[in-house]
């Protein structure tokens, strides 16, 4: 086996194993297996209608088999015959054939005719497509995300009454809880998430230009819109009525769309967990054997976030383009989605290795309660808003101008005592005194409901 040294990208280099699982499914050997997954479902849905003989049992398992027992050296079967003909879906009708024909009793029955009958490639490129997305989605891509929310879902709980300096414009504002920061992220991706969990999959089938011109013209007493419906709804997909040649992608974008708000959200998690980092509210767990720098031995990098936000990035970069691009073809249409299509896998190769990145950093999390504390207690003037809004219900004029003054006119350091000179000096009843004498900026965090 080659080494992954010798590897041109990332992904197939240093992401390798992050990235494994997804060779199931956006592989040149997957997406042969998946095209001929819909030749043979196709071929046994024909045999449903009369056209060709009924099909026992045991010959739908082979049949299934040939697909289902899909190996490596019959992926390579395939491209030698493709290298051939110069025609990979057609290499894949030619494919089946011979395996049909290895059987003696669909041999005999002659079925091996009716492989890819009437079809054009794009019926079948754009349903495999469309299955390895929908596949790859809801079994890698959703699974990894419900796993880094079940896990922020622990932070956000074990954390939902620590007060926490918040900024905004970067300077210090109204304190809050660091479990609700969190939450508000937590939040945002369960939206999409779900968006996501209930999109539906459409895919093109219909012929050379969409309108079943091969199919009607062989056996017009067939309802091949009534057929084809049914056959795609059978592979958990929905079919689009009125396409060309090729399926008009714009369920891709749709998708993609959707992956790439997911995306956002993360890197915009993993920028504000790297300041929190920076201003060392948060800590990272020391492993023993790594090295933060190669020359500065007290470093423990947040390694994981930026990484997570850099494949991010180029994530929704591909899958910006996609959606861009592939909804827009030249007349019935054009060979540029092909070799488009081909790059989905990368897309969602960087958005995988991005969220295992993610979560490897989530988990390595600690929070540095002194430094929170501390930063709170350093700023104190936070209490400033919550007073001289109380004072307005109070009827004291000029309470925000006073404050004001206080706040950004003294010491840092003397503005705790400021304050409560500041209060005590008022004409209002000592029970607002008590109270407003009470707030610090460790009980001024606001409400919230987990």
């Known amino acids: 086996m080659e080494s992954t040294l010798n590897s041109i990208t990332p992904i197939d280099g240093r992401y390798r194993k992050k990235v494994e699982e997804l060779s199931n499914y956006f592989s040149e050997y997957s997406f042969i297996r998946y095209r001929i997954l819909v030749e043979i479902e196709y071929l046994i849905?024909?045999?449903?209608?009369?056209?060709?003989?009924?099909?026992?049992?045991?010959?739908?398992?082979?049949?299934?088999?040939?697909?289902?027992?899909?190996?490596?050296?019959?992926?390579e079967r395939v491209k030698s015959i493709e290298a051939e003909i110069q025609h990979d879906v057609k290499a894949i009708e030619y494919y089946i054939k011979e395996k049909i024909n290895e059987s003696q009793t669909l041999e005999e029955k002659g079925i091996s005719i009716f492989v890819h009958f009437a079809l054009t490639s794009q019926d079948i490129n754009n349903t495999a497509n469309i299955i390895m997305i929908k596949s790859t989605t809801q079994k890698v891509l959703l699974p990894k995300i419900n796993e880094i929310l079940k896990k922020l879902k622990q932070l956000i709980l074990e954390w939902s009454k620590v007060p926490i300096l918040t900024r905004t414009h970067g300077q210090p504002a109204s304190p809050s809880f660091l479990g609700k920061e969190l939450l508000v992220f937590y939040e945002r991706l369960v939206i999409q998430s779900r968006k996501l969990n209930a999109i539906q999959y459409?895919?093109?089938?219909?012929?050379?230009?969409?309108?079943?011109?091969?199919?009607?013209?062989?056996?017009?007493?067939?309802?091949?819109?009534?057929?084809?419906?049914?056959?795609?709804k059978m592979l958990g997909l929905e079919r689009n009525q009125y396409t060309t040649q090729i399926d008009h992608y714009d369920n891709y974008g749709e998708i993609f769309d959707i992956i790439r708000r997911i995306n956002t959200i993360f890197i915009d998690f993993s920028q504000d967990i790297w300041s929190y980092i920076s201003h060392n509210y948060f800590s990272l767990k020391i492993v023993e054997k790594e090295v933060g720098s190669s020359t500065m031995p007290h470093k423990v990098n947040p390694i994981n976030f930026e990484n997570a936000e850099g494949n991010f990035m180029l994530g929704?970069?591909?899958?910006?383009?996609?959606?861009?691009?592939?909804?827009?073809?030249?007349?019935?249409?054009?060979?540029?989605?092909?070799?488009?299509?081909?790059?989905?896998?990368?897309?969602?190769?960087?958005?995988?290795?991005?969220?295992?990145?993610?979560?490897?950093?989530?988990?390595?999390?600690?929070?540095n309660t002194e430094k929170l504390n501390q930063d709170l207690e350093d700023n104190f003037c936070i209490v400033s808003e919550g007073i001289q809004?109380?004072?307005?219900?109070?009827?004291?004029?000029?309470?925000?101008?006073?404050?004001?003054?206080?706040?950004?006119?003294?010491?840092?350091?003397?503005?705790?005592?400021?304050?409560?000179?500041?209060?005590?000096?008022?004409?209002?009843?000592?029970?607002?005194?008590?109270?407003?004498?009470?707030?610090?900026?460790?009980?001024?965090?606001?409400?919230?409901?987990?």
Do not use: C
Request: glycine fraction near 6%; aromatic fraction near 10%; avoid cysteine.
């Open 45 to 75: 849905a024909l045999s449903k209608i009369d056209l060709l003989d009924d099909l026992t049992e045991q010959e739908i398992v082979y049949l299934k088999n040939i697909y289902q027992n899909f190996s490596l050296s019959d992926a």
């Open 202 to 232: 459409y895919t093109k089938f219909g012929g050379a230009v969409g309108n079943f011109n091969a199919h009607h013209m062989a056996l017009p007493n067939i309802d091949w819109i009534d057929f084809s419906n049914k056959f795609i």
């Open 316 to 367: 929704n970069n591909l899958l910006q383009f996609l959606s861009n691009k592939l909804p827009i073809s030249r007349m019935q249409r054009d060979l540029t989605d092909s070799t488009v299509l081909r790059n989905v896998g990368v897309a969602y190769s960087y958005t995988l290795i991005a969220l295992k990145s993610f979560s490897d950093g989530l988990g390595k999390l600690d929070i």
């Open 389 to 450: 809004t109380r004072l307005k219900v109070l009827g004291i004029d000029n309470s925000y101008e006073t404050f004001k003054e206080l706040t950004r006119n003294n010491d840092k350091t003397k503005i705790k005592e400021g304050i409560k000179k500041l209060i005590d000096s008022l004409d209002i009843d000592e029970s607002e005194k008590k109270y407003l004498n009470t707030i610090t900026p460790f009980n001024y965090t606001g409400i919230y409901r987990l």
